[in-house]
């Protein structure tokens, strides 16, 4: 019985092996922020020409720098994306079983909503009082839009923010 | 799912038996710090396998799952340390009251957001966000994924837009190292590690829910106690400035910023105040620090167009 496992294994590992390496042509990464923001040229002031979702899985078609030159699988290009929006492991949105043994033995798979999410959150609230959260969303709605920045670093004679040169 | 990764797990799951032996093996060491549990690991798949229980293949596949469980800080997804930010922001917020004008905000956004997106992790999983507070305390805090508070006390230490953007980067760069996560108990994180890897439910279970949530909460603690009482490491605060460094560098403000905001700094810290007198290494020990990788640049040399919006701004300051 024991013998019989470790040929299993040895099997699944032979397999596993072959099918990343058939996998290696087309790589998944995963969009790993709330909004993906696509770009028309590798650079935070380039035009939005897409918004992915959280989870969103993507290819990498060309990379320039920290940028990635991102398709749907099997789609056309979309546009420009910095590597710190993307992950390489695959992001689950509703894990089943299979999804989360995967992410606990193979650290490839991560789980969306699980762990300190927005239920821990509010369990968390509920048994602290001196908790400021109204003016935490308050922040979170200052955004700076591309335009107001473009400005911004002209008027200054700034260099243009590119991330990771 | 490929069929081969599906066969894989299906493999996983035909160990139960096995894994639990080295899970009871290692279970004592759970709570001490992963190499202590890497050590249990290796220590119990090896004992399996002279025992005849585990085969050196299965014991392999055993070792590399123990090492994933007892990963630190890194496996926080985006996600994640955006609950954990919020959090240590909301208890912040709970100590420190938040200073709205809506000029000075605004210009503190749009200094700090240009940097963020020059820095190493310029997308956060909600993007980077900067508030004032309303405190004469000499302070600053850096919540995890990018929610960024600079106490009134510290903008006065800046005399142009300049030491600002150094401050911002400073901040910017516990940030983009994830300082705020390496706080957390090591202890906590493989706890709910654990927890999370148990759970296929949808929702959490009263059980599992409350595990997390104290998990959370003690995260939090550990966090926000660093941030307000004990501080970084020297070595964390040093690598915050070079991490500045670059970033000012990449945006195209000069060095001496930073240099200048600490040399003001230095004439108006009271020694004894709970904040960077207590937290932070000295304004000279940094200085020291920052000099030894740009020299003495001199004194800032603000640029008349960056003079004048900041002016404008700080006017509520």
Known sequence: MVRGKAVLVALALILLAAATAWAAGQKLWSVQVKQGQVRATPSFLGRVVATLSYADPVTVVEEKEAWRRVARPQGPALGWMHVSALSSKRIVLRAGAEDVKQAAATGEVALAGKGFNKQVEDAYRARNRNLDYADVDRMEQWVVSPEQMERFVKEGELAEAGGRP | ?317
Not at chain 2, 44 to 64: C, R, S
Not at chain 2, 70 to 84: G, L
């Open chain 2, 1 to 317: 799912m490929s069929m081969a990764t599906r066969r894989f797990a299906w493999a996983i799951g035909s160990l139960g038996a096995a894994a639990g032996f080295i899970f009871l093996v290692s279970l004592p060491f759970l709570l001490s710090g992963c190499e202590t549990l890497d050590t249990a690991a290796e220590i119990g798949a090896n004992v399996a396998v002279q025992t005849g229980t585990l085969k050196p293949a299965e014991a392999n596949l055993l070792k590399t799952s123990v090492t994933a469980m007892s990963r630190s800080f890194k496996e926080i997804t985006p996600e994640q340390e955006h609950y954990i930010g919020r959090a240590v922001g909301a208890t912040l917020l709970g100590q420190y009251r938040p200073y709205y004008e809506p000029r000075l905000t605004a210009y503190l956004n749009l200094v700090g957001q240009t940097l963020a997106q020059s820095s190493d992790l310029p997308e956060t999983y909600d993007g980077y966000h900067f508030m004032v507070l309303d405190t004469d305390e000499i302070n600053a805090f850096a919540a995890p994924g990018g929610l960024i508070f600079v106490s009134r006390g510290l903008l006065k230490c800046c005399r142009n837009e300049e030491s600002l953007a150094a401050v911002l980067a400073h901040e910017i760069g516990h940030v983009e190292l994830r300082h705020g996560l390496m706080a957390i108990q090591n202890a906590r994180l493989t706890e709910a590690l654990t927890t999370i890897g148990m759970e296929t439910a949808k929702t959490y279970g009263g059980e599992q829910l409350a595990s997390l949530t104290r998990n959370f909460e003690g995260s939090i603690s550990d966090i926000v106690k660093t941030l307000v009482v004990n501080g970084y490491s020297q070595g964390q605060e040093f690598e915050a400035d070079q991490a500045a460094l670059v970033i000012l560098g990449r945006v195209g403000y000069p060095p001496a910023g930073l240099l200048d905001m600490l040399g003001e700094m230095k004439s108006r810290l009271k020694p004894g105040r709970l904040d960077f007198a207590k937290t932070h290494p000295s304004p000279e020990a940094r200085m020291v620090e920052v000099q030894k990788q740009v020299g003495r640049p001199g004194p800032v040399r603000s640029h008349p167009a960056r003079q004048v919006r900041f002016d404008e701004a700080m006017k509520s300051v």
